[in-house]
């Protein structure tokens, strides 16, 4: 088996190197002494495809190697891609992908880095952070009170690895608990789960709101303004999803007015915020670039072992687990 690592040749924080490399190889014994290659350039690129039947990059260069059509031309032994990110909503729609290739994600490297923000976020919100840090820039000394977390209500819509996580540690505090997803299977560290089409039943018992799902065609917009007037008065917000899972000019439009508390959010559109765009000056808003889910001290390690359990399972004959369905597309 021929596994290429492609770095991109810009990445500073978090190349895959070498020495990550062996180290993950000796925790699977079971995968063997696969031929491994590395490059970040387009030579590196070009010379491995003819040969690599497992290619691990991240999704940027996924999508410019591969347009319609470039497969299987370019990597005639391809069998796997396997992306660094969990979220893949960049490459779709999945036209560019043949049936024969498996598509993974890197489901499961966030989960314990983007619990604690999720907590963290939870945390600062119950204490009005984000309010002190308006009151801050005005240079205003203006008091109000926060309260604990426990027996507090929170909904979270999307309970993967991030998301289950973020329940796990909410929970922990004593906060009950709601889960939305595709179905309504009960989960360890929720009270109650639902499905997203009962989404608006729940919504009113939400005095945190914390969106941890992937971008689809269906969460596409699912937080929008009519959604955000059912949540209670003084609700507070959090995204670690993506920015196009809500309606930003709604969210900020109920900061301003006082109809939401406050929010904290790890994603926006465009991404990076230009100049002036109003996020950076809404009240009791706080912007995080991004950066929720991701440790440089962890990820490589993580995803490399995340591929590895992939194969393993693909070579005796089982579901790869991190498999993406271009028709859910996640």
């Known amino acids: 088996m021929h596994i290429h690592i492609q770095n991109p040749h810009d990445e500073k924080l978090f190349p895959v190197t070498p ?21 970040d350039d387009d030579a590196g690129f070009a010379s491995a495809m003819q040969q690599a039947e497992v290619l691990l990059t991240w999704t940027r260069v996924v999508k410019a190697r591969f347009p319609v059509g470039a497969l299987p031309g370019i990597a005639p032994k391809l069998k796997v891609i396997a992306c660094t990110s969990a979220g893949l909503d960049g490459l779709s729609p999945f036209t560019w992908l043949p049936p024969e290739v498996v598509l993974l994600n890197n489901r499961g490297a966030h989960a314990a880095k983007g619990g604690e923000f999720a907590l963290m976020s939870l945390l600062m919100l119950a204490s009005h952070v984000p309010f002190f840090g308006t009151q ?40 009950k ?15 109650e789960v639902v499905t997203t089409a009962a989404l608006d039943q729940v919504l009113p018992r939400a005095e945190f709101l914390l969106l941890a799902c992937p971008l689809t065609p269906e969460t596409r917009g699912l937080i929008d303004r009519r959604r955000i007037g059912l949540l209670p008065a003084g609700a507070k917000l959090v995204n670690i999803a993506r920015g196009a899972v809500w309606d930003q000019d709604a969210v900020c439009d109920a900061l301003e007015t006082g109809a939401l508390a406050g929010a904290v959010t790890d994603v926006a559109i465009p991404e990076p915020l230009p100049p002036g765009h109003r996020m950076w000056r809404t009240p009791g808003l706080l912007v995080i670039p991004h950066v929720s889910s991701d440790d440089p001290a962890t990820y490589n390690d993580d995803t490399l072992d995340i591929l590895f359990r992939n194969l393993l399972a693909m070579q005796a004959g089982q579901p790869a687990p991190n498999r993406v369905e271009p028709g859910r597309g996640y």
């Open 19 to 39: 020495a990550q490399v062996e180290a993950a190889l000796s925790r699977h014994p079971g995968i063997g002494r696969p031929e491994i290659t590395l490059a």
């Open 136 to 175: 801050q820039r005005a240079e205003s000394w203006t008091k109000r009170f926060g309260s604990v977390l426990a027996s507090r209500t929170v909904c979270i819509v999307g309970l993967g690895s991030i998301g289950g996580s973020a329940a796990q540690h909410a929970k922990a505090f004593g906060m």
């Open 177 to 191: 608990v709601i889960g939305v997803r595709h179905s309504a299977t009960p989960h360890p560290h929720c009270d």
